[in-house]
């Protein structure tokens, strides 16, 4: 397994590093839900990698306790969780990915272009990145209290695609029209809806996980980011 230390002025911290087999490549910078680098996210990375990417998932959680490594499958593990979502520092999670930016340019065999992906919280991070950083392309996933910072919709520099589950039980319809009153007509934004589907339809093995949209999402992203990487 490959890492990348990452320094930032407020310390440094490492990121989960997935290779693909020809360079020079993109980067996707991939962010993490609040389990954090976990299998699930590091499976992620790894497909990343399949599909051509140098994929990158930085340990956003590090300011709290470096190296979090959790699931979603018991109720202690979702209570850690959440204690970690409510400690954690938004404003520099954001921070955390540009620097991860900055470093995986700097790396061997990434040829300038980033994306960033996220689910979860790291959906929400995602859209906050798309804003405030300097990426050229973002992939949001179902990004919890994303309508509460809709309006730095006009920062949007560079594409954005969103996927939101239809019953999502974190982002209701309000929030969600909210969110699709601020970016439904985005030049630079597509948004994407999946009536049936819950919160985290995208997450292997999750409660809610539904393959076909899972699919249909992760296709859709591929498609964005081939147009807007490559």
Not at 189 to 194: C, R, V
Request: charged share 25%.
């Amino acid at each position: 397994m490959t890492k990348l230390n990452v320094t930032t002025p407020d310390g440094s911290f490492d990121a989960y590093v997935a290779m693909p087999d020809i360079l020079p490549a993109p980067v996707v910078v991939v962010v993490q839900e609040i389990f954090g680098v976990n299998a699930v996210m590091r499976g992620i990375a790894d497909d990343y990698a399949k599909q051509g990417y140098i994929a990158v998932c930085p340990d956003l959680f590090w300011r709290i306790e470096p190296g979090i490594d959790i699931t979603d499958q018991s109720e202690a593990e979702w209570k850690q969780a959440f204690g970690y979502y409510q400690a954690f520092n938004v404003d520099k999670g954001v921070e955390d990915i540009a620097a991860t930016m900055k470093a995986a340019r700097g790396m061997d065999g990434a040829n300038g272009k980033v994306g960033v992906v996220g689910f979860c919280l790291g959906g929400l991070l995602t859209f906050l990145s798309a804003t405030r950083t300097d990426g050229d392309a973002f992939a949001a996933y179902y990004g919890g209290g994303m309508n509460n910072y809709m309006a730095e919709a006009d920062n949007i520099k560079n594409p954005l695609i969103v996927h939101l589950a239809g019953k999502d039980e974190y982002i209701p319809a309000e929030a969600q029209a909210v969110i699709k009153d601020a970016l439904g007509d985005h030049p630079l934004t597509e948004l994407h809806f999946y009536p049936d589907r819950d919160h985290a339809f995208a997450r292997k093995g999750g409660a809610h996980y539904d393959e076909g949209d899972a699919e249909t999402a992760n296709e859709r992203t591929a498609e964005f980011f081939d147009a807007n990487l490559v």
